[in-house]
């Protein structure tokens, strides 16, 4: 049965074999030299004690085999979910010679067993592959770029868990659906979803955010309205290296968030003389001047003296319990759902 299984695979693995080959290449004739140019730049921008230039201009290094690199990693998990798990049931189904395979003294518990631990392996040693080359390749313009939560998704463990995933929900789509199109389909669009709804709900509450509270002045919020609206106070995006921020607010002690009304009423000749709107400036349409200065200070400091920015996130030392806890959720998921095939074919398919 193992043997059937893989026979069954070959034309994915052929083009799985292909993918990490041309892979491999690019990153060993461009890895070296990324590595190197990383190792001399940064050596000796320390001498300078000045590596942000330095840092930012490296971080755009490759930018065309980055990007294309990245769109690998992220569309992998799915393309497995839609040609490698929905087919794998589904093809059998729709001609028939499951019914066959169940006379030849194999089971239906072993049948689709098999099936997953094959293709479920086979798929996670893609993904895993693929995740592992591309994150070597990407250590040093990561470092540079000092965002490890910008490529969360591209990097180490978690486009494993994502391929896993993908493949027992398309497996799953295949057994519950019975019909190949319907099923690919369905596994795109679910597994789109529920990446989506994850990403943006699930994943800032996996760990208890770090928070900052930071006075209120012209470092940390400008002045300005947003989209002609009514003037109001707009917090700066603070330098947090390797964090990820979740939350960015200006709140007073009980964590009301300042209102314009506020700000109105604290920065009357401020507001009066700023005619017209327009995106937050700092200096809210006002023409820069030792006067408009005065104003503005004359702001933050009545609204600071109850107000401050509120800054939650996820410190850099967050980021590998968020990598194992999403892997951890993600192969839960997958599980559950290979139970499900298990049961149905089982109990429903006749």
């Known amino acids: 049965m193992i043997r059937v299984a893989w026979r069954q695979l070959r034309g994915q693995t052929i083009v799985a074999l292909v993918v990490i080959a041309v892979v491999l290449v690019a990153v060993a004739i461009t890895g070296p030299h990324l590595f190197n140019l990383y190792d001399t730049e940064i050596a000796g921008c320390k001498a300078l004690g000045d590596c942000a230039g330095v840092k930012s201009a490296f971080a755009h290094n490759d930018r ?16 497995v979910g839609i040609f490698w798990g929905a087919p794998l049931v589904t093809r059998e189904l ?18 689709i067993t098999t099936k997953l631990i094959v293709v479920g392996l086979a798929s996670a040693m893609f993904a895993g592959l693929l995740s592992l080359l591309v994150t070597w390749w990407s250590s040093r313009i990561d470092a540079a770029a000092m965002n490890a939560y910008g490529s969360f998704d591209l990097r180490d463990v978690v486009p494993i868990a994502y391929a896993i995933f993908a493949f027992a929900l398309g497996v799953t789509s295949g057994v519950v659906i019975r019909k190949m199109l319907p099923a690919m389909a369905s596994t795109l669009v679910v597994f789109v979803g529920v990446r989506l709804a994850f990403n943006h709900v699930v994943r800032p509450r996996l760990v208890p955010v770090n928070v900052v509270n930071l006075p209120l002045n012209q470092n940390t919020a400008g002045f300005g309205s947003a989209n002609g609206g009514p003037f109001s106070l707009f917090p700066n995006t603070p330098t947090l290296h390797n964090a990820w921020i979740t939350s960015l607010q200006i709140v007073n002690r009980d964590h009301q968030t300042l209102s314009s009304q506020v700000v109105t009423n604290s920065c009357h000749r401020l507001v009066s003389q700023s005619g017209g709107g327009g995106q937050p400036t700092g200096l809210g349409g006002l023409k820069p001047s030792a006067a408009t200065n005065t104003l503005l200070q004359e702001c933050f400091s009545r609204v600071g003296a109850n107000y401050h920015v509120r800054v939650a996130y996820q410190p850099s030392s967050h980021y590998w319990t968020m990598q194992w806890y999403e892997t951890a959720i993600y192969f839960g998921a997958a599980l559950a759902l290979a139970l499900v ?6 109990h429903r398919l006749s």
């Open 94 to 111: 729709e001609s028939g010679t499951y019914r066959l395979m169940w006379t030849q003294s194999i089971t239906r518990t072993r049948w």
């Open 341 to 346: 095939c298990l049961w149905w074919i089982r």
């Open 64 to 79: 065309l085999l980055h990007t294309w690199l990245g769109i690998l990693v992220l569309v992998i998990p799915g393309i």
